[in-house]
């Protein structure tokens, strides 16, 4: 995942889009809100289609990798 990010020292270690304070978690939410991409984009300029396909797969993997556990 070359354009998604994870350091402590930026946004308190949440993932970002690399080389932004952009979290994963605020595209999806515009996502989710039913942003389109053109609509993240207006946005957020500095982002691409690559950074918004990217933090989508990155968390489609991380929901992959969770165990669910049912209450």
């Known amino acids: ?3 998604i990010e994870i ?8 993932p970002v ?4 304070r952009i979290m994963v978690r ?3 939410g515009m996502v989710a809100g039913g942003y389109t ?3 993240i984009i ?3 300029p500095e982002l691409t289609r690559e ?3 990217a933090a989508l797969e990155y968390a489609a993997r991380v929901v992959d990798e969770d165990q ?3 209450h």
């Not at 350091?7 to 949440?14: E, F, I, R, T, Y």
């Not at 889009?17 to 932004?20: L, N, W």
Request: hydrophobic share 35%.
């Open 37 to 39: 991409t053109e609509k």
């Open 26 to 28: 605020n595209i999806l």
């Open 42 to 44: 207006e946005s957020y």
């Open 1 to 3: 995942m070359e354009r």
């Open 7 to 14: 350091n402590p020292a930026v946004c308190s270690g949440k």
């Open 51 to 53: 950074d918004i396909a």
């Open 17 to 20: 889009v690399r080389g932004t």
């Open 68 to 70: 669910v556990v049912l």
